[in-house]
């Protein structure tokens, strides 16, 4: 157990003392808090390997502070091994939904300590080991399918040089135009896995959490997308929502939510016959956990299939080709789910009785946002 780091965390002197020393005795590097709230402050800064913690304590019990340090990215993968007299099995349910691995019996022999904490510190090597390890390939393949972009730009660039150079009437027009269709796809395509890649790089804590006006983000989102609804022949039409929904916003990732929304309805719009709607509508609906904030996109396509309906949402999936002029690259509903689960949503869809299909970002939300911020 040498180099390990344990912090522990316990009120009661005796027990702080006896566990730091049946612990140094492995040449283990102790650190000791007195409170639950002292703990987490620890956990923070002194990024222990394993955490013990009692839990019997007064203000913060030992369930709590340990859901808050699941709660928390910069501490959540520490395990948690649970100190308690107390051995039924409602506690230790209790325990295991906290977020804790294993439970310590008191009075602890020495032997046993050592050997728990020991096995956790394998486990926790390992696990990091396979962390840094995905890491590291997350990365190369991000700075490959970066690298991808500037070669793949020039081709497309070339390839519309060439068929403009040919002229409508070459009978190579045909196959320079499919080639540079091909490459459009690949570029878009490509622009998709870079924005996915960044996105599952974010962290909480960097910086991108903000208080997020949605419905100024659904508004730009039209703006942005109308020449492509005009191209399509479609009309893109924004319900005005309640004064409730327009208030409402969300703690999160601005990027992250535009682009959310700018994939849904780009995928609408591909998908919906010509000459008729595509509609954004706003509304929060109460729920046990508190407001949620449901933006909706509807088209008038062709559907989707129940038995597809987990499907779409999984990156790179291939479904029927319900259209033969909509390219398939089976990442922007993926993003989607992405950031409904990095704010706690979900991302639903389902068919309208009339036809085409509806998905709906549904998202923890706050009401009451001041009007100067959805100008």
């Known amino acids: 157990?040498?180099?390990?780091?344990?912090?522990?965390?316990?009120?009661?002197?005796?027990?702080?003392?006896t566990t730091a020393a049946q612990l140094a005795g492995a040449s283990a590097v102790v650190v000791l808090a007195t409170s639950g709230k002292l703990g987490i402050s620890l956990a923070l800064t002194e990024r222990p390997d394993i955490i013990l913690l009692d839990v019997m304590m007064p203000d913060l019990d030992g369930y709590a502070t340990c859901r808050l340090l699941q709660a928390d990215p910069a501490t959540r993968h520490i395990p948690v091994i649970l100190l308690t007299a107390l051995s039924g099995r409602d506690e230790v349910l209790?325990?295991?939904?906290?977020?804790?691995?294993?439970?310590?019996?008191?009075?602890?022999?020495?032997?046993?300590?050592?050997?728990?904490?020991?096995?956790?510190?394998?486990?926790?090597?390992?696990?990091?080991?396979?962390e840094r390890a995905n890491r590291i390939q997350r990365e190369?393949?991000?700075?490959?399918?970066?690298d991808f972009r500037s070669p793949l730009a020039a081709l497309h660039a070339n390839l519309?040089?060439?068929r403009n150079a040919f002229g409508p009437d070459s009978p190579h027009a045909e196959s320079l135009g499919d080639a540079r269709n091909a490459a459009k796809r690949l570029v878009a395509m490509v622009g998709q896995m870079v924005a996915i890649g960044q996105a599952d790089r974010r962290d909480a804590d960097e910086g991108h959490v903000a208080q997020v006006a949605v419905f100024a983000l659904a508004r730009e989102a039209v703006r942005l997308l109308r020449p492509l609804?005009?191209?399509?022949?479609?009309?893109?039409?924004?319900?005005?929502?309640?004064?409730?929904?327009?208030?409402?916003?969300v703690r999160g990732d601005e990027q992250?939510?535009?682009?959310?929304?700018?994939?849904?309805?780009?995928?609408?719009?591909?998908?919906?016959?010509?000459?008729?709607?595509?509609?954004?509508?706003?509304q929060t609906v109460n729920a046990s956990d508190g407001s949620r904030l449901q933006l909706s996109v509807a088209d008038r396509g062709p559907g989707v299939p129940?038995?597809?309906?987990?499907?779409?949402?999984?990156r790179y999936a291939t479904l029927p080709q319900v259209r033969e002029d909509v390219p398939q690259l089976g990442l922007?509903?993926?993003?989607?789910?992405?950031?409904?689960?990095?704010?706690?949503?979900?991302?639903?869809?389902?068919?309208?009785?009339?036809?085409?299909?509806?998905?709906?970002?549904?998202?923890?939300?706050?009401?009451?946002?001041?009007?100067?911020?959805?100008?």
């Open 1 to 17: 157990m040498q180099n390990i780091k344990v912090l522990v965390i316990d009120d009661e002197e005796a027990i702080r003392l």
């Open 94 to 130: 209790r325990g295991l939904e906290a977020g804790a691995v294993d439970f310590l019996t008191k009075p602890v022999s020495g032997v046993e300590l050592r050997a728990r904490v020991a096995a956790m510190a394998r486990l926790k090597r390992m696990r990091d080991e396979l």
């Open 140 to 146: 190369l393949v991000h700075m490959l399918i970066h």
């Open 160 to 162: 519309w040089s060439m």
């Open 229 to 249: 609804a005009h191209q399509r022949q479609v009309k893109l039409v924004v319900v005005e929502p309640d004064a409730e929904a327009r208030a409402s916003w």
């Open 256 to 282: 992250l939510l535009q682009r959310a929304i700018e994939n849904l309805l780009s995928n609408a719009i591909k998908y919906t016959d010509e000459g008729t709607a595509v509609e954004l509508s706003l």
């Open 306 to 314: 129940v038995a597809d309906r987990e499907r779409i949402f999984a």
């Open 332 to 375: 922007g509903l993926a993003f989607c789910r992405f950031a409904a689960q990095v704010h706690s949503g979900e991302i639903l869809v389902a068919d309208r009785p009339d036809g085409g299909a509806t998905f709906t970002l549904e998202l923890p939300c706050g009401l009451g946002l001041h009007q100067a911020e959805l100008q």
